[in-house]
């Protein structure tokens, strides 16, 4: 597992281990607690796909350049943010 896998394994289980304890120690109604877990769970989407996305501008960088490839348009950076936006819509 690399570094970067292991950050983001670690936020996850950091995020469900924080959403699980305000759940069970809300002193708020079980709207507010839904509210509030909606939120976090946007929160959380929102940062997974920053983390996707630089990860795959990086790969799509690295790959151009040990292929010697020129970036044409831009092709393989819209290519690689479709299969992020892709992977996080799922």
């Given at each position: 597992?690399?570094?970067?896998?292991?950050?983001?394994?670690?936020?996850?289980?950091?995020?469900?281990?924080?959403?699980?304890?305000?759940?069970?120690?809300?002193?708020?109604?079980?709207?507010?607690?839904?509210?509030?877990?909606?939120?976090?769970?946007?929160?959380?989407?929102?940062?997974?796909?920053?983390q996707?996305?630089?990860?795959?501008?990086?790969l799509?960088?690295?790959?151009?350049?040990?292929?010697?490839?020129?970036?044409t348009?831009?092709?393989?950076?819209?290519?690689?943010r479709?299969?992020?936006?892709?992977?996080?819509?799922?």
């Amino acid at each position: 597992m690399t570094s970067d896998q292991k950050v983001i394994v670690g936020f996850l289980l950091g995020a469900a281990a924080g959403t699980l304890a305000g759940i069970l120690l809300a002193p708020g109604s079980g709207e507010e607690t839904r509210k509030k877990i909606t939120d976090k769970a946007t929160d959380l989407k929102d940062e997974l796909s920053t983390q996707i996305n630089t990860s795959f501008g990086k790969l799509s960088e690295q790959v151009t350049n040990s292929l010697g490839l020129k970036k044409t348009n831009g092709v393989v950076d819209q290519l690689t943010r479709k299969v992020a936006n892709e992977t996080v819509d799922a």
